[in-house]
């Protein structure tokens, strides 16, 4: 099974769209266990080799508590959605939604280190946590609230009930789909269709 593309130009957008068409019936999921969590950190380049083999090691010696960071993972994922989407709306973010968001970020930054790359300073999350798995989409969520452009986040205009996140970088402001490859050409091919359909005039 593959992954959908990180079309959401943020890892917190990218780990909400593990769904496919959200607005559908029935709704497409990504990640059903914690190996599936672990598969897409390392295809969404948040987890390195190492890391990933030993999150997969820590997952097969503590299978209970690898669920219940799966559980949480998942928690958290639909709070990210539903505060993205509804800010997309106009809908303030339910109190709730942001304590989970909170208290992702909180507890991923209390583990992290301070560490030098080159002349920068940047923070690592260590490997040796099964949250570590989906802790940078907590940080990115926070990150992306706090220092925005939340006004940018916008949901996929499909009418096809795609419903997809993402970071609209364009300059101006313009990017309506997913992406144009999918949802955009989707999009064309019914404005055709429905040029088509109308009755010649003139
Ligand atoms: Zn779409």
Redesign the pocket.
């Known amino acids: 099974m593959s992954f959908p593309a990180l079309y959401g130009g943020n890892t917190c957008l990218d780990f909400a769209n593990t769904v496919d068409a959200r607005g559908a019936d029935p709704r497409e999921e990504h990640l059903h266990d914690y190996a599936d969590l672990v598969r897409w950190a390392a295809y969404a380049n948040l987890l390195d080799e190492p890391a990933t083999r030993h999150l997969r090691t820590l997952a097969t010696a503590r299978p209970q508590a690898a669920q219940a960071s799966f559980t949480a993972a998942l928690t958290l994922r639909e709070a990210i959605f539903r505060v993205f989407a509804g800010l997309h709306a106009g809908t303030p973010p339910a109190p709730a939604d942001l304590t989970l968001i909170q208290q992702g970020y909180a507890t991923a930054l209390s583990t992290a280190r301070l560490e030098q790359r080159g002349d920068q300073f940047v923070w690592t999350l260590p490997a040796d946590h099964l949250h570590r798995a989906w802790w940078p989409a907590a940080v990115a969520a926070a990150k992306l609230l706090t220092t925005g452009p939340v006004t940018r986040v916008k949901v996929?205009a499909?009418t096809?009930g795609?419903?997809?996140l993402f970071l609209d970088t364009s300059k101006n402001n313009s990017r309506r789909?997913?992406?144009m490859d999918?949802?955009g050409t989707e999009a064309k091919i019914r404005r055709q269709a429905t040029r088509r359909r109308r009755p010649q005039s003139g």
Request: net charge neutral.
């Open positions: 996929c499909s096809g795609c419903r997809g789909w997913c992406s999918d949802c």
